[in-house]
């Protein structure tokens, strides 16, 4: 349609003279530019206003407004992300007692907590030619753990039960690869599921290497105080009550060309800086910065692709000192 109504125009000021040709050319001009700029508004109508806009076209003196927030600590208490961790209790004393062929398990006669003396018969095994095999305790001890029962099958090599000939006893447990862990000799403090009110305190004794696809990390801490509880038993170790995870907007979450992940922090000045930020998981519509940021920074709640470093943010007005009056008496009139 635009280009009919251009054709019309320029066939009736189209003549000899160049007068007409350059007013021909002017008006084909001035109908573009209303036609491209009725278009162009319908475009901008239908996309996202952008968080970030210019006070000043002097890229000097652009200031921006963008949300911005500060870097808070959860609470510790909660189902908050790294409160706790699983584990379970074993000791350096312990001996699986395994069957040296495969067969059936006819008879276990050993039961958790019961005292056996080394050479001790605590049940039987039908090998695949019909054989009665005993099973029998290597070692002095208390049963601490039963992997199997009668009726089931087992190979060389599988764990029938577990005999404990000491009283120590270790807390093994596995902490999230994304999770930052704590230190050897720092305090940690562990729980029994079921048994929330009694907790015991632990010392970590080291942290070891990745253990599965998902990264997570091995850990053994000692008990400050012998404990009772039994071997192979299931654990919550608490993490260090210090502080909660730290926790951000899931949108102040941005990366740079080369994937890596950042937070654009708001300096001293009001100026923005990318810094790399290492994430954790996410919690609800927030998630844990692990590395990167400490507690009470201020970043950009919603990164955009506008942001770069050294913009200039509006100074924030000052908040009114708390207890302190306002100017005059305080009522909205005219003495």
Same mark, same amino acid.
């Given at each position: 349609?635009?280009?009919?109504? %251009?054709?019309?125009?320029?066939?009736?000021?189209?003549?000899?003279?160049?007068?007409?040709?350059?007013?021909?050319?002017?008006?084909?001009?001035?109908?573009?530019?209303?036609?491209?700029?009725?278009?162009?508004?319908?475009?901008?109508?239908?996309?996202?206003?952008?968080?970030?806009?210019?006070?000043?076209?002097?890229?000097?003196?652009?200031?921006?407004?963008?949300?911005?927030?500060?870097?808070?600590?959860?609470?510790?208490?909660?189902?908050?992300?790294?409160?706790?961790?699983?584990?379970?209790?074993?000791?350096?004393? @312990?001996? @699986?007692?395994?069957?040296?062929?495969?067969?059936?398990?006819?008879?276990?006669?050993?039961?958790?907590?019961?005292?056996?003396?080394?050479?001790?018969?605590?049940?039987?095994?039908?090998?695949? /030619?019909?054989?009665?095999?005993?099973?029998?305790?290597?070692? /002095?001890?208390?049963?601490?753990?039963?992997?199997?029962?009668?009726?089931?099958?087992?190979?060389?090599? $599988?764990?029938?039960?577990?005999?404990?000939?000491?009283?120590?006893?270790?807390?093994?447990?596995?902490?999230?690869?994304?999770?930052?862990?704590?230190?050897?000799?720092?305090?940690? !403090?562990?729980?029994?599921?079921?048994?929330?009110?009694?907790?015991?305190? %632990?010392?970590?004794?080291?942290?070891?290497?990745?253990?599965?696809?998902?990264? !997570?990390?091995?850990? $053994?801490?000692?008990?400050?105080?012998?404990?009772?509880?039994?071997?192979?038993? !299931?654990?919550?170790?608490?993490?260090?009550?210090? /502080?909660?995870?730290?926790?951000?907007?899931?949108? =102040?979450? !941005?990366?740079?060309?080369?994937?890596?992940?950042?937070?654009?922090?708001?300096? =001293? @000045? @009001?100026?923005?800086?990318?810094?790399?930020?290492?994430?954790?998981?996410?919690?609800?519509?927030?998630?844990?910065?692990?590395?990167?940021? /400490?507690?009470?920074?201020?970043?950009?709640?919603?990164?955009?692709?506008?942001?770069?470093?050294? %913009?200039? %943010?509006?100074?924030?007005?000052? =908040?009114?000192?708390?207890?302190?009056?306002?100017?005059?008496?305080?009522?909205?009139?005219?003495?």
């Amino acid at each position: 349609m635009f280009n009919k109504r %251009l054709e019309r125009t320029l066939s009736v000021l189209d003549g000899p003279s160049t007068r007409s040709k350059a007013l021909a050319a002017a008006v084909a001009v001035l109908l573009a530019a209303a036609m491209g700029g009725a278009c162009q508004g319908t475009s901008d109508n239908a996309r996202a206003i952008s968080p970030v806009t210019q006070a000043s076209d002097d890229p000097s003196q652009r200031e921006y407004t963008v949300p911005v927030e500060t870097v808070g600590a959860a609470p510790v208490e909660g189902q908050q992300p790294g409160t706790s961790w699983p584990g379970e209790v074993i000791s350096s004393g @312990d001996i @699986d007692v395994q069957p040296q062929r495969e067969g059936t398990i006819s008879q276990l006669t050993a039961r958790i907590g019961q005292a056996v003396e080394q050479g001790q018969g605590i049940g039987s095994l039908k090998d695949l /030619s019909g054989a009665d095999i005993p099973i029998v305790a290597p070692q /002095s001890g208390v049963v601490s753990a039963a992997f199997k029962k009668a009726g089931d099958f087992v190979e060389p090599g $599988d764990p029938v039960v577990s005999i404990n000939s000491g009283t120590n006893r270790t807390v093994r447990f596995h902490i999230p690869g994304n999770a930052t862990p704590p230190k050897p000799g720092e305090a940690l !403090s562990v729980i029994r599921p079921g048994f929330p009110k009694d907790p015991k305190k %632990l010392t970590l004794i080291g942290v070891g290497g990745s253990l599965d696809k998902n990264g !997570s990390l091995q850990a $053994d801490a000692d008990f400050v105080e012998p404990v009772d509880w039994p071997i192979h038993g !299931s654990v919550r170790v608490l993490t260090p009550t210090r /502080s909660g995870p730290l926790l951000v907007s899931l949108g =102040a979450i !941005s990366f740079d060309d080369q994937g890596r992940s950042r937070v654009w922090v708001v300096g =001293a @000045d @009001d100026t923005l800086e990318a810094r790399p930020a290492k994430a954790g998981r996410s919690v609800g519509d927030k998630i844990e910065i692990l590395d990167g940021v /400490s507690a009470g920074t201020r970043i950009v709640s919603t990164a955009t692709e506008e942001l770069r470093p050294g %913009l200039k %943010l509006p100074r924030a007005e000052a =908040a009114p000192t708390p207890g302190k009056k306002p100017a005059g008496d305080g009522h909205n009139h005219t003495h």
